[in-house]
Nanobody, 133 residues
Framework: QLQLVESGGGLVEPGGSLTLSCAAS????????IAWFRQAPGKEREGVAC????????NYAGSLPGRVTLSRDDNKSTVWLQINDLRPEDTAVYYC??????????????????????????WGQGTQVTVSS
């Protein structure tokens, strides 16, 4: 079974950048599309971006348009989310999630809207990002 572990969160000043990592184990990452979500206190979990597993295409139609870059290296079993120009409102727990598109037929990272949280089968424990001066 796939396990995901996020890291890279921390305290950063407004305007700064962070790169979050999502390390996979238990199965080959190449079978999975990966997404990042975030959840601030008292708010619903919201999608940030996703990356497909077949052509590594990305979809940034989430809550941080123009400020994130998603990349993956299946040989290293890792996906990275770089966030730039961080703002206090970006403070949240950031989660990575995975889905096998063959098992979850109908899943696509390429549609205009990001797939919702219910479309993913595996989740990490999250990493806290706090943006404050």
């Amino acid at each position: 079974q796939l396990q995901l572990v996020e890291s890279g969160g921390g305290l950063v000043e407004p305007g700064g950048s962070l790169t979050l990592s999502c390390a996979a184990s238990g199965d080959s990452l190449e079978f999975y599309a990966i997404a990042w979500f975030r959840q601030a206190p008292g708010k619903e979990r919201e999608g940030v971006a996703c990356i497909s597993n077949n052509d590594w295409s990305t979809n940034y139609a989430g809550s941080l348009p123009g400020r994130v870059t998603l990349s993956r290296d299946d040989n290293k079993s890792t996906v990275w989310l770089q966030i730039n120009d961080l703002r206090p409102e970006d403070t949240a727990v950031y989660y990575c999630a995975a889905v096998d598109p063959i098992i979850r037929s109908g899943y696509s990272c390429a549609r205009a809207a990001l797939p919702g949280a219910g479309r993913y089968d595996y989740w990490g424990q999250g990493t806290q990002v706090t943006v404050s001066s």
